[in-house]
């Protein structure tokens, strides 16, 4: 069976804490200072195997760089169905709120996105199964953890999703820089689905033509975009404020 390694001390606190399959850990020979104590301490109450092992043979192992003297090897990471995601936001007793990522192909980004999006009270993801990252130790580790907190869905194709979601009442409001409305000036009161395009070429035409409304942030400097990840905390941390209101 395929694995997956989780790498980081937050992430692996978080991992564990969460109680999913883990099916062995590995520590650092040795190292026994800080939140290492309370790795173990969790490792222990949930019967997780724990081998230790020395640095040179930690870092060999490592996927990222900076394992912090812990990886923990785990089940092939599980992706939900849309489905999931509008059941998760009914069980809050909440309007669905969805975030739409359109060809995000950078790690450390998709990682960033998904902590903003646990932390702004997202229910789910959506992600297309082609020109898109997916999830692995390096998004886990930028994610803080909070992967294993966050539905994330892959689909084959995005527009068909999004004409799905509309036929469940969910709006969809496209981030654009040629928008002639800016984001704090919609209400995202109901269903909402917010569409990150990608890095470098935003949304695709079709992805675009299916929205429902397009909004942009305001830019002052002479750089006219924001980093993707900013761009979409920006607008979910607005949603979100709307909806404490």
């Known amino acids: 069976m395929d694995e997956n390694q989780i790498e980081g001390r937050n992430s692996v606190i978080e991992l564990l804490k969460s109680g999913k399959d883990i099916n062995k850990l590995y520590i650092q020979k040795g190292e026994r200072h800080g939140s290492i104590n ?3 301490r969790l490792a222990k ?16 192992m490592a996927q990222t760089n900076n394992h912090q003297g812990v990886i923990a090897i785990v089940p092939p990471y599980e992706y939900c169905e849309v489905d999931d995601i509008l059941t998760e ?23 960033s996105i998904i902590r903003t999006a646990e932390c702004s009270g997202v229910h789910g993801i959506i992600i297309p199964k082609r020109r898109s990252a997916s999830v692995n130790s390096t998004v886990n580790k930028t994610s803080s953890g909070a992967v294993e907190y966050m539905k994330i869905a892959r689909v084959n194709n995005l527009n068909d999703t999004i004409k799905y979601l509309k036929e469940k009442n969910v709006w969809i409001y496209g981030t ?9 000036e919609q209400d995202y009161s109901g269903g909402v689905g917010i569409v990150i395009g990608s890095e470098g070429y935003g949304m695709s ?5 299916n929205c429902d409304f ?8 002479k750089i006219n975009s924001l980093n993707a990840s900013v761009s979409a905390a920006i607008v979910m941390y607005e949603v979100m404020k709307q909806r404490r209101n």
């Open 214 to 221: 397009l909004i942009k942030i305001p830019m002052k400097g």
């Open 176 to 184: 654009d820089i040629d928008a002639k409305s800016y984001y704090d």
């Open 89 to 111: 936001a009914r069980n809050r007793n909440e309007d669905p709120f969805i975030l739409i990522l359109d060809g995000i192909e950078d790690v450390h980004n998709l990682g």
């Open 45 to 60: 109450n949930n019967k997780v195997l724990i081998t230790e092992i020395d640095k040179i043979k930690l870092d060999k």
């Open 205 to 209: 035409r079709l992805v675009k033509e």
């Open 38 to 40: 309370e790795i173990i």
